[in-house]
T-cell receptor, first 115, second 111 residues
Framework: NAGVTQTPKFRVLKTGQSMTLLCAQD?????MYWYRQDPGMGLRLIHY???????AKGEVPDGYNVSRLKKQNFLLGLESAAPSQTSVYFC??????????????FGPGTRLTVT | LAKTTQPISMDSYEGQEVNITCSHN???????ITWYQQFPSQGPRFIIQ???TKVTNEVASLFIPADRKSSTLSLPRVSLSDTAVYYC????????????FGTGTQLKVEL
């Protein structure tokens, strides 16, 4: 079991460039999440998905788009990167069956720098 | 989601017991209290979760008083490897619910 994996681990973009971050989980979880973490701060929810083909906005969705075409994958896209999007991005997942748990499983993170 | 307040930082020495308290005055009836741990350059990791009284696992204990307006994470005999940021979260359980992370408590353990 690899758990939650994220690709790439590091990336440097120029302002205006686009890119897609990939999150994959092999635990058959229904729910998946994308967070960003800025230096010295907690995680903030960008977008999330409660199942294949569905997505919803989180706390800070502007400038990002997501897709969940397959249950195991959750993609985060930046159409036109801005320096304010320099951050560490974490993906997480949880099973819908965990109705009595708050235990999300997190990936290792993607460190993105926009110059 | 209930707002939480916890100390920004704490220092300790190896072998000591560390208690981190979290205040959540507006906790709702269906809210649970959950603690996560985050090491540098890693994603958060679930530590423990509880609703009331005391919960213990192999990593930590969680103490919740009867009014549930606060909770205390207790780490027995910490080591250098326990140096991390600890987050207290309060909210309803269930996979569809969203986590709200505050700034957490930076615990530094020294020799």
């Amino acid at each position: 079991n690899a758990g939650v994996t994220q690709t790439p681990k590091f990336r440097v973009l120029k302002t205006g460039q686009s890119m897609t971050l990939l999150c994959a989980q092999d635990m058959n979880h229904e729910y998946m999440y994308w967070y960003r973490q800025d230096p010295g701060m907690g995680l903030r929810l960008i977008h999330y998905s409660v199942g294949e083909g569905t997505t919803a906005k989180g706390e800070v969705p502007d400038g990002y788009n997501v897709s969940r075409l397959k249950k195991q994958n959750f993609l985060l896209g930046l159409e036109s990167a801005a320096p304010s999007q320099t951050s560490v991005y974490f993906c997480a997942s949880i099973s819908a069956g965990d109705v009595s748990s708050y235990e999300q499983y997190f990936g290792p993170g993607t460190r993105l720098t926009v110059t | 989601l209930a707002k939480t307040t916890q100390p920004i930082s704490m220092d300790s020495y190896e072998g000591q017991e560390v208690n981190i308290t979290c205040s959540h005055n507006n906790i709702a009836t269906n809210d649970y209290i959950t603690w996560y741990q985050q090491f540098p350059s890693q994603g958060p990791r679930f530590i423990i979760q509880g609703y009331k009284t005391k919960v213990t696992n192999e990593v930590a204990s969680l103490f919740i008083p009867a009014d549930r307006k606060s909770s205390t994470l207790s780490l027995p005999r910490v080591s250098l490897s326990d140096t991390a940021v600890y987050y207290c979260l309060v909210g309803p359980t269930g996979g569809g619910n969203k986590l709200t992370f505050g700034t957490g408590t930076q615990l530094k353990v020294e020799l």
